[in-house]
């Protein structure tokens, strides 16, 4: 099978703009979290997709939004970019049936740049 | 709420020598670990993952842990690390209603030195 895929694998923005990053899960994973890797702050859980719906959220502001579509590929929005928004941004898929604690496949992740 | 406390940010080590990660964990419901490596510009790999059952958990590339509820630890080891096992590792852990949410340690930077 197919990895996970995050497209694009770099950005680089200006303050005030808007990002969309995408992500494609393992083939047949209907679950898509989205996470944000910094230096200062590590790596910290943005937000859940079960199919097209949102189960969970981490505590980041509204400028942060993301979206699942019936084919359970997942993308997220970043509006209003400010320099603090500069990270790696990681999209993980699992199978995730009645379970909630299915291992989480990593794709390589969007680097974001924030001039 | 969950947390988890990776209790040293960088480790040396040298060629064939064994390596302990240290990682302890703090939640309120059952848990479920994970351990996580990292090489420079890449996403993270799954190294092993403790669910249920055994509490010795082997995972991929020789590492193990062991799960300690009494002790709310899940230490990742390697009896012999090569150069080829510098990366870093992330301990994670989640549970409960936590939907697709892991938590995450702060990481340990593991260098091996030949």
């Known amino acids: 099978k197919a990895g996970v895929t995050q497209t694009p694998r770099y950005l680089i923005k200006t303050r005030g703009q808007q990002v969309t990053l995408s992500c494609s899960p393992i083939?047949?994973?209907?679950?898509v979290s989205w996470y944000q890797q910094t230096p200062g702050q590590g790596l910290q859980f943005l937000f859940e997709y079960f199919s097209e719906t949102q189960r969970n959220k981490g505590n980041f502001p509204g400028r942060f939004s993301g979206r699942q579509f019936s084919n359970s590929r997942s993308e997220m929005n970043v509006s209003t970019l400010e320099l603090g928004d500069s990270a790696l941004y990681l999209c993980?898929?699992?199978?995730?049936?009645?379970?909630?604690?299915?291992?989480?496949?990593f794709g390589p992740g969007t680097r974001l740049t924030v001039l | 709420a969950q947390s988890v406390t990776q209790l040293d940010s960088q480790v040396p080590v040298f060629e064939e020598a064994p390596v302990e990660l240290r990682c302890n964990y703090s939640?309120?419901?059952?848990?479920?670990l994970f351990w996580y490596v990292q090489y420079p510009n890449q996403g993270l790999q799954l190294l092993l993952k403790y669910l249920s059952g055994s509490t010795l958990v082997k995972g991929i590339n020789g590492f193990e842990a062991e799960f300690n509820k009494s002790q709310t630890s899940f230490h990742l080891r390697k009896p012999s690390v090569h150069i080829s096992d510098t990366a870093e590792y992330f301990c994670?852990?989640?549970?409960?209603?936590?939907?697709?949410?892991?938590?995450f340690g702060q990481g340990t930077i593991l260098t091996v030195h030949p």
């Open positions: 939640s309120s419901v059952s848990v479920y």
């Open positions: 993980a898929s699992s199978s995730m049936g009645q379970g909630r604690n299915n291992e989480q496949f």
């Open positions: 994670a852990v989640t549970g409960g209603t936590s939907y697709g949410k892991l938590t």
């Open positions: 083939s047949g994973h209907r679950s």
